[in-house]
T-cell receptor, first 113, second 110 residues
Framework: DVKVTQSSRYLVKRTGEKVFLECVQD?????MFWYRQDPGLGLRLIYF???????EKGDIPEGYSVSREKKERFSLILESASTNQTSMYLC????????????FGPGTRLTVT | DAKTTQPNSMESNEEEPVHLPCNHS???????IHWYRQLPSQGPEYVIH???SNVNNRMASLAIAEDRKSSTLILHRATLRDAAVYYC???????????FGKGTSLLVTP
């Protein structure tokens, strides 16, 4: 089974702090994604990486950056956390050669105070 | 992007079939119909997808209307573990961003 793990289930940070969210997948997938999920707004794509060192902005990249130095790891960085970045963050991976299915991690609930 | 419309909630008894509808009247010819579900406190999970023909897998069946303006996810025998929010999404062949709306919250009662 594909496993996607995220570094924390719950995280509390202060406004202005730099925040790192880590995601690791164990199935050698080329594509990795970072989403955020908010009540009433659904799931929204922040960034997409189609391979190592490759990235594309999603629908809401402002305030975020990403890093993909190794195939299995995709990091989301909040350079200066703000309260409007309080959300559930979900990482996913996909093998584009094996179809459309995205495999999600359990999510990190981030609270910025 | 073509939108989908789903009922906010549905209820089913355990071990009975469940039919979850999705309307997508503005679907384009290259849009695939995908279903994901999200159990409480978990990340979303892929269920099934299709283009024109009905599809079956170990989790569910997907029935697609002939005009493709609607589809139905069928759980053949609901279990308590199937209680989740089910999302119907359209994705083009080259698309990858999953934009979940509100979905249908399925309650399964013993």
């Amino acid at each position: 089974d594909v496993k996607v793990t995220q570094s924390s289930r719950y995280l509390v940070k202060r406004t202005g702090e730099k925040v790192f969210l880590e995601c690791v997948q164990d199935m050698d997938h080329e594509n990795m994604f970072w989403y955020r999920q908010d009540p009433g707004l659904g799931l929204r794509l922040i960034y997409f990486s189609y391979d190592v060192k490759m990235k594309e902005k999603g629908d809401i990249p402002e305030g975020y950056s990403v890093s993909r130095e190794k195939k299995e790891r995709f990091s989301l960085i909040l350079e200066s956390a703000s309260t409007n970045q309080t959300s559930m963050y979900l990482c996913a991976s996909r093998d584009p050669g094996q179809g459309y299915e995205q495999y999600f991690g359990p999510g990190t609930r981030l609270t910025v105070t | 992007d073509a939108k989908t419309t789903q009922p906010n909630s549905m209820e089913s008894n355990e071990e009975e079939p469940v039919h979850l509808p999705c309307n997508h009247s503005t679907i384009s010819g290259t849009d695939y119909i995908h279903w994901y579900r999200q159990l409480p406190s978990q990340g979303p999970e892929y269920v099934i997808h299709g283009l024109t023909s009905n599809v079956n897998n170990r989790m569910a069946s997907l029935a697609i209307a002939e005009d493709r303006k609607s589809s139905t996810l069928i759980l053949h025998r609901a279990t308590l573990r199937d209680a989740a929010v089910y999302y119907c999404i359209l994705l083009s062949n080259s698309g990858y961003a999953l934009n979940f709306g509100k979905g249908t919250s399925l309650l399964v009662t013993p």
